[in-house]
């Protein structure tokens, strides 16, 4: 019994084994020595970014200029090739609408001759009651047919309207969010992809210094 006795404690007082010896030797010949380096200091002026000088214009005079006036905005803060996109976008709505809105007058004025030419037969019947009249209205197809083409062309001047006033609008903010942007030295981009849905997706890029 003394002699196990005597084995255990002589097993139990030995050194490390070899793996252990060579983990520490690694540590201390890699890890110690380089976490003993030092940082270098960085000597010299440290670089400036030079920015292009403030804009007299201010972001809120820029969205309003662009708002009376399509491209002011712009060419207030020298965006003119941005300006000059939205002048021809925006003068292309406004003629569209004004088509429009003459295509109207002219489907109206079919309508009007349409149905006058059908009340002077009708009253060389001899038709005097309203409720027939309207209804021999009614029933002609080429009025109806010009009555659907008119209210198809009021539709198409509200949509070339409602479109118009968004123009308007995303010009507006445009020249707002721009005139901010100014003294960065890459301007704002617009970019659009096609989303996984099937619809688009819209949106803005500004490039900032890195240095």
Do not use: C
């Amino acid at each position: 019994m003394t002699g196990g006795r005597s084995n255990v404690r002589s097993r139990r007082r030995r050194g490390p084994g070899p793996a252990a010896a060579i983990a520490f030797g690694l540590l201390a010949g890699g890890v110690l020595p380089a976490a003993a380096q030092q940082i270098p200091e960085v000597t010299g002026p440290v670089p400036r970014v030079e920015l292009p000088p403030p804009l007299e214009m201010s972001p809120g005079g820029a969205f309003w200029r662009a708002l009376l006036v399509p491209g002011w905005g712009h060419a207030a803060i020298g965006s003119y090739t941005r300006g000059g996109f939205y002048v021809a976008a925006q003068t292309a709505s406004f003629y569209t609408l004004f088509r429009a809105r003459a295509r109207i007058g002219e489907a109206q004025e079919r309508v009007a001759f349409r149905e006058g030419l059908l009340r002077r037969e009708l009253a060389r019947e001899g038709v005097t009651d309203p409720d027939e009249i309207d209804a021999r209205l009614a029933a002609d197809d080429q009025l109806s047919e010009l009555l659907v083409l008119k209210e198809s062309r009021k539709e198409q001047q509200e949509d070339m309207l409602a479109f118009s006033i968004f123009l308007v609008l995303i010009s507006s903010a445009d020249a707002y969010v721009s005139a901010h942007l100014a003294r960065f030295p890459e301007p704002l981009e617009l970019e659009a992809s096609p989303s996984p849905t099937g619809g688009l997706d819209v949106g803005l890029k500004v490039s900032v210094p890195n240095h």
